[in-house]
């Protein structure tokens, strides 16, 4: 069975910085598109950044230039440094990857626990 592990996340003053980052445990085959979505209250989950295995990245609009997306294929950890913060981004974020699990042909999305992000201004 295969579980993805949130941490970091708290409270940042606006202009701030955190770092979360995000692990897949268990009997894992090779891990595809790693990412990251939010949703704040009321409102709909949405993608912040994605990163693909080769290394390609996409960001949300709005935090193009603010947030950065890396992840690693040897410990199946995907990270988001998010600088200059606002308080828009203040959400519950989620970590998300297609993982193959060993034995298995095709792979499964699985998505973390969620961890809290508020910034205050």
């Known amino acids: 069975q295969v ?3 949130e ?3 708290g409270r940042v003053q606006a202009g701030g910085s955190l770092d979360l980052s995000c692990v897949a445990n268990g009997s894992i ?9 939010r949703q704040a209250p009321g409102q709909q989950r949405e993608l912040v950044a994605q990163i693909t295995r080769g290394g390609v990245t996409n960001y949300q609009e709005t935090v193009e230039g603010r947030f950065t997306i890396s992840r690693d294929n040897v410990l199946n950890i995907v990270y988001l ?3 200059s913060l606002k308080p828009e981004d203040t959400a519950v974020y989620y970590c998300n990857m297609d993982v193959q699990a060993s034995g298995r042909e095709n792979y499964e999305t699985y998505w973390g626990q969620g961890t809290q992000v508020t910034v205050s201004s």
């Not at 085959?29 to 979505?37: A, D, H, I, S």
């Open 3 to 5: 579980q993805l592990v």
């Open 7 to 9: 941490s970091g996340g």
């Open 29 to 37: 085959l090779r891990v595809y598109t790693m990412g990251w979505y």
């Open 81 to 83: 440094r998010m600088n």
